[in-house]
Each structure stands twice: as structure tokens, then as C-alpha cells.
């Protein structure tokens, strides 16, 4: 049924589930067994990878080099269309967040912030998070599911044809990087990440090098090491305090995972160096984590690391008790920071005229169901 909505309503009134297999999402090599298996040669895989991937085809019968009569056998087969967008909006300062949404009805957001030569595409990993980082808005999201590897790739894909990034050019990208800083847990969802993130480094589709992909943890130590050894982007870890007292709070994580155990993993980073460092993301919460004692016991405990901070101007949300930080404050802890050693950029907030900032991210069908309040730690 070429074309079919996703879902369709039979005469007796059972909906049945598109039977057509998506494309988007599949490996390299799924992908070619997906194309072997109906009996078409390699060639055949490789060109539609390079139409979807490079071309940014929304349609088989946008694929000028295959026969009209397989164009529309692919399309009886298979699915290369994009989630659903159910709501765009533009920032003041041209941050762009996208709500989407998925066969289910989940939705998650994408956010692209552009710079003069360049932009990041913050991509979600999962609807909601399962982890409840207490400054942070998705943490609140009762619902919770991993994203597919196709799901994750179709941010991608929906940013792109909207941004109007087709056909991929290696110059003047406005999407040429990658942080997975959106909803959700990355390395909770390893393995549809991974294929998600090898497909955006695929050289023959979106071709964008492992440096400009950033993977963003709170802190599961155990998958730190295979995703330098597998993946080998550049690591984020979500700090955010220097004792295992307030980190259990603020990421409650740290209770599985303390301190001392996250940072001797991040010195063993296999794709970290002086050259490629690792971000240590920190939160600036007013009176909570932001002392010259803690900038002092930060840079105690990052020796040895191949490092640098990335403060965070607390980023506020409907029922959040946390302030942040005074520019002052956030002046002052920077430059202890940077006096040992340390780049320490503060992180220009973007998007917050539409929530679309760090930790801001919750999508609008549970938002709609009211705000949980969250407390101060005492
Ligand atoms: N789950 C992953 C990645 C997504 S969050 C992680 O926690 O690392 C991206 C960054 O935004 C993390 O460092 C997160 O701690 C931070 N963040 C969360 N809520 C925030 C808020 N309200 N203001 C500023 N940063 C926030
Ligand atoms: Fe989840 Fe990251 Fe938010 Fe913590 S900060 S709740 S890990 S998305």
C-alpha cells in the first residue's frame, strides 16, 4: 500500500500496524540485508543509502537512478518517511526546537542551536528519563521509553529538512554537530545510540566525524570505556558537584556510581587527550554547589584528567526551587578554574524564551498534565 498512513482503519474496524519495514534507523549492514533479502544487488543498498542519507529523498520516487517499477515495490516494502512534527518553534536569538512525535503518540524534543559558521543538533535519547537529576525538567516525565535507533536518526532527518540541509555538503553545515544532551540517558539506550551515532558518521550518508559528536552522561560508569573503545566521540559528564553528599541529591545516580568511581573512569577515557578533552559539565545553582571551595575541589579532583568545564547557568522551569547562580558568582568560580589550568567556558544560555534550554526539555503532551515541584536538598 504505497503510501499508507501509519496506522489504517479496517472495514471491521481493527487498526492494523504498517507492515512496511522502516529503513531509517537500520545499520550499514542491516540495510544491505534488508535490500539483499528482496533479491536486488549491492549496488542497490548503496544507492538508496546515498539518496536517504545524502539526498535526504522523502520518497522512493525521488530516487532518479532506481527503475520506476522497483520505486514502487521499495515503497509497498518499506518506510523512509520522518516522525511526525507537532509543534516548531523559533527562539529570538534563531534557536530552533522541534516537539515529535512517533507511531506510539511519544513525543520527545530536538533542538538546534546555530552559530555564525556552524550549529549543534541536541538529539533526545529517550522519551522522558528514567533518572531524577533534581534540577532537572526531564526527570520529572513519568513516562519513560528508549527511543529506537530510527527514532533517534529521524531528529536528525526532520532538523535537516527544515533547516533545508539537503544534499549534505561538507562546507557551511549548519548542522555540524552532534550533542546527545536531549531527553533522556544516553548510555541507558547503548545500542540504538550507537547504531544512531554510526550512521551519522557513515562517510557515504551524513558523514560527520566522531569530533564533532558529543556524548552527554550523568555518569554510568560501566559503559564509559566501551563507548571510547566502540564510538570514540567526545565524552560530557554531568558533574555538577565535588561531594558524593550533595551528588547523591542532585544526581541521584552518583549513589551507584560516586565520584572517585566516574573520574577514574574518565582517566581511562580511550578517546580522550589534550587535544580532545573531556566536558565536565557543571550546573551553577545558587548557594547549592557554586562556593571558591567547590571551583578549589573541582579542579582537586579533576588532576590528571585531560579536562575542561563547562559551567551551565542554571536554567529555570515551571516549579523548580533552584536558582541560578549571580553573574558574579558564576565570574568568580570560573576564573579559579581557569587560574588552574582549566578552560572554563560559561555556556551562553539558548532557547530559553521557548524551554528550550539545557534541562528544559519535557514534552508537551505531559507538560500539559501539570508540573511536579521539585524541593531544595537540605
Ligand atoms: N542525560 C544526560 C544528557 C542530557 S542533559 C546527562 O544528564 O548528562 C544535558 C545537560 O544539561 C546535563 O549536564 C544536565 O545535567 C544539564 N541540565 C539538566 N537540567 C538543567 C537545568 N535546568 N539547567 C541547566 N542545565 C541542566
Ligand atoms: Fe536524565 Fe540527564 Fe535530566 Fe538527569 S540531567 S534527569 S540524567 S536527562
Not at 183 to 188: K, L
Not at 227 to 252: I, K, T
Not at 351 to 359: L, N, S, Y
Request: hydrophobic share 40%; net charge neutral; glycine share 6%.
Amino acid at each position: 500500500m504505497p503510501g499508507a498512513a501509519t496506522s489504517t482503519v479496517m472495514a471491521d474496524g481493527a487498526a492494523t500496524a504498517d507492515q512496511r519495514r522502516p529503513l531509517i534507523g537500520l545499520s550499514r549492514e542491516d540495510f544491505a540485508a534488508e535490500i539483499a533479502a528482496i533479491g536486488e544487488k549491492p549496488f542497490r543498498a548503496k544507492q538508496m543509502w546515498h539518496w536517504i542519507y545524502h539526498r535526504g529523498a522523502r520518497r522512493f520516487d525521488d530516487m532518479a537512478n532506481i527503475p520506476k517499477s522497483l520505486r514502487a515495490d521499495l515503497a509497498q516494502m518499506f518506510r523512509i518517511d520522518r516522525p511526525d512534527v507537532t509543534a516548531l518553534q523559533l527562539s529570538e536569538d534563531t534557536t530552533r526546537k522541534w516537539l515529535v512525535r512517533f507511531d506510539d503518540g511519544r513525543e520527545v524534543e530536538c533542538v538546534h542551536i546555530p552559530e555564525d559558521d556552524r550549529g549543534a543538533l541536541c538529539v533526545s535519547s529517550q522519551v522522558g528519563c528514567t533518572l531524577t537529576c533534581s534540577f532537572c525538567h526531564t526527570g520529572t516525565q513519568k513516562l519513560v521509553r528508549n527511543l529506537t535507533a530510527g527514532e533517534i536518526v529521524g531528529q536528525m532527518m526532520v532538523a535537516r529538512d527544515t533547516v533545508g540541509e539537503w544534499p549534505n555538503s561538507s562546507e557551511d553545515r549548519m548542522i555540524s554537530n552532534v550533542v546527545m544532551m536531549g531527553m533522556g540517558e544516553p548510555f541507558y539506550n547503548y545500542d540504538n545510540v550507537a547504531t544512531a551515532l554510526r550512521i551519522f558518521m557513515d562517510p557515504e550518508g551524513i558523514a560527520m566525524s566522531r569530533r564533532r559528536i558529543t556524548l552527554s552522561t550523568s555518569g554510568v560508569v560501566p559503559m564509559i570505556e566501551r563507548c571510547g573503545r566502540e564510538l570514540a566521540v567526545n565524552l560530557a559528564v554531568s558533574l555538577h558537584a565535588v561531594r558524593d553528599d550533595l551528588r547523591d541529591v542532585l544526581v541521584p545516580i552518583n549513589r551507584k556510581h560516586p565520584i572517585a568511581e566516574l573520574l577514574e573512569a574518565c582517566k581511562t577515557y580511550p578517546a580522550a587527550n589534550n587535544a580532545r578533552r573531556i566536558t565536565f559539565e557543571y550546573v551553577m545553582l545558587k548557594d547549592v554547589n557554586d562556593s571558591d571551595a567547590d571551583a578549589r575541589e573541582l579542579v582537586r579532583l579533576i588532576k590528571g584528567i585531560p579536562a575542561k568545564i563547562n559551567l551551565i547557568p542554571f536554567n529555570a522551569w515551571p516549579g523548580v526551587s533552584y536558582e541560578c547562580s549571580s553573574n558574579n558568582r558564576i565570574r568568580a568560580f570560573a576564573e579559579i578554574v581557569n587560574d588552574a589550568g582549566y578552560s572554563s567556558p560559561v555556556r551562553v544560555p539558548r532557547g530559553r524564551d521557548i524551554m528550550a534550554a539545557c534541562g528544559q526539555l519535557k514534552s508537551e503532551s505531559e507538560r500539559a498534565r501539570g508540573e511536579s515541584t521539585r524541593t531544595l536538598p537540605n
